[in-house]
């Protein structure tokens, strides 16, 4: 029943907490580009013009979780923060290093030939802006949407840049 459906989406709230980390949706999407496992159908480097297209909605950060009467944080790709897989003794700690796995890994992509395009959504957080900025292939690549038809707008101007691109199976 398609009206019960877009009824139970329309009444889903978001969970506030987990924070964002972006070098992993970038991560993730290089995966699928890339011709190396895990998903290893991607057409080799060189070969083709590859994109990667990260949005954003806010600057990296571990959201803080207090549980049993101790601090520690949600759980994200790197665990928590108080098992030290990210290296990081505190949540500003934390902010410092999530930004630099996230200049390594669009640096490392940029460097396989990947073309990144970042989109800053609903937020205005300086810092946020800077690392897409960054992360970006080029300034005419990143671009900051406050709503709907900025973030349509964006997209629109985005694919007028790649407009040669052809999407293969």
């Known amino acids: 029943d398609k009206g019960r459906v877009l009824d139970r989406i329309a009444s889903l709230t978001h969970y506030f907490g987990g924070g964002t ?14 011709p190396h496992k895990p998903y290893a159908m991607g057409k080799p480097y060189g070969t083709t013009r590859k994109f990667i297209v990260l949005m954003s909605d806010g600057a990296n950060m ?6 049993h009467d101790h601090w520690m944080s949600d759980y994200t790709a790197y665990g928590y ?9 505190n949540l500003p700690e934390a902010e410092v ?7 390594t890994a669009c640096a490392n992509a940029k460097a396989k030939g990947i073309t990144i395009v970042t989109i800053l959504f609903r937020d205005d957080s300086p810092r946020a802006a800077e690392n897409l ?6 300034p005419d690549l990143y671009f900051k949407a406050g709503n709907q038809a900025t973030l349509e707008a964006a997209f629109v101007n985005i ?3 790649i407009n040669n691109l ?4």
Do not use: P, Y
């Open 21 to 34: 980390i972006s070098s992993e949706g970038l991560m993730w999407g290089w995966r699928t580009l890339s």
């Open 62 to 67: 571990i959201s803080a979780n207090v549980q």
């Open 81 to 89: 923060r108080f098992q030290g897989r990210l290296g990081a003794g």
């Open 97 to 103: 290093a999530l930004d630099a796995k996230m200049s």
């Open 133 to 138: 900025r960054r992360c970006a292939s080029g």
């Open 159 to 161: 694919a007028s840049k």
């Open 166 to 169: 052809r999407l293969t199976r």
